[in-house]
Every structure is written in structure tokens, then in C-alpha cells.
């Protein structure tokens, strides 16, 4: 299984970007994709997930309301869509997919079995 993230970039406070996550390989039409996002020093966390094939969307309390996750599951795609970007936004943004992965472990890294190779955003104040 791989993932292909891309679409990172600079922008400015206040600015929407979307990021997206080719898969290939995999079953992605039943798999819970997420994101996290590692910033320089600290710890990676969770962003965003559509829980196994799209039933369910959920969200770190941090970006809820300002970022949308959705899939194209014709594509084996998934995306994120950010709005209202602040400066403590920037980081590395990671896709993952979890295979029989269980809501109470959907925001945890460790539930996940592929990763992608990140795409970094960075938010200029």
C-alpha cells in the first residue's frame, strides 16, 4: 500500500488551502484515512479522519470547524480542506489508513497501519 500526499505550500493567515492523499494498493473504499501533523519539536497529532469508507468524519477540537476532510473513493483519494489557516497550523501533514481500525482508536498514530510521506504547510503570519 502507498500513500502520496501533496499540495503543502505557504500561504498567509487567514488563507484556505486543501491538501490531498492519493492511495494505491490498498482497500481504500473500506479503510479510515486521517491526517495528523507533526510540527518542528513536537509530537506527531491527529488532524482529521473519515472513518472506514467515509461513514463518519472526526476531528481534533483544534481545527474542527475550520477543516474538512472528505474522500473520492472513484479516486482512492483523500482530502483535506483548510480554512481560516493560523500560523500555528504549519507543520507536516501525514495521510494514514488504518485497516479494521475502531472509533475509540481513530485518533491515535498507533492505530494506523500506512503512512504517506508528508507535505508540509507552512502559515505566515
Known amino acids: 500500500v502507498q500513500l502520496q500526499a501533496s499540495g503543502g505550500g505557504l500561504v498567509q493567515a487567514g488563507d484556505s488551502l486543501t491538501i490531498s492523499c492519493e492511495t494505491s494498493?490498498?482497500?481504500?473504499?473500506?479503510?479510515?484515512m486521517a491526517w495528523f501533523r507533526q510540527a518542528p519539536g513536537k509530537e506527531r497529532e491527529f488532524v482529521a479522519a473519515?472513518?472506514?469508507?467515509?461513514?463518519?468524519?472526526h476531528y481534533a477540537s483544534s481545527v474542527k470547524g475550520r477543516f474538512t476532510v472528505s474522500r473520492e473513493n472513484a479516486k482512492n483519494t483523500v482530502l483535506l480542506q483548510m480554512t481560516s489557516l493560523k500560523p500555528e497550523d504549519t507543520a507536516v501533514y501525514y495521510c494514514?489508513?488504518?485497516?479494521?481500525?475502531?472509533?475509540?482508536?481513530?485518533?491515535?498514530?498507533?492505530?494506523?497501519?500506512?503512512w504517506g510521506q508528508g507535505t508540509l504547510v507552512t502559515v505566515s503570519s
Open positions: 494514514a489508513a488504518g485497516r479494521r481500525l475502531i472509533l475509540s482508536t481513530i485518533g491515535s498514530k498507533n492505530a494506523y497501519d500506512y
Open positions: 494498493g490498498g482497500t481504500f473504499s473500506r479503510d479510515t
Open positions: 473519515s472513518f472506514r469508507g467515509g461513514s463518519s468524519a
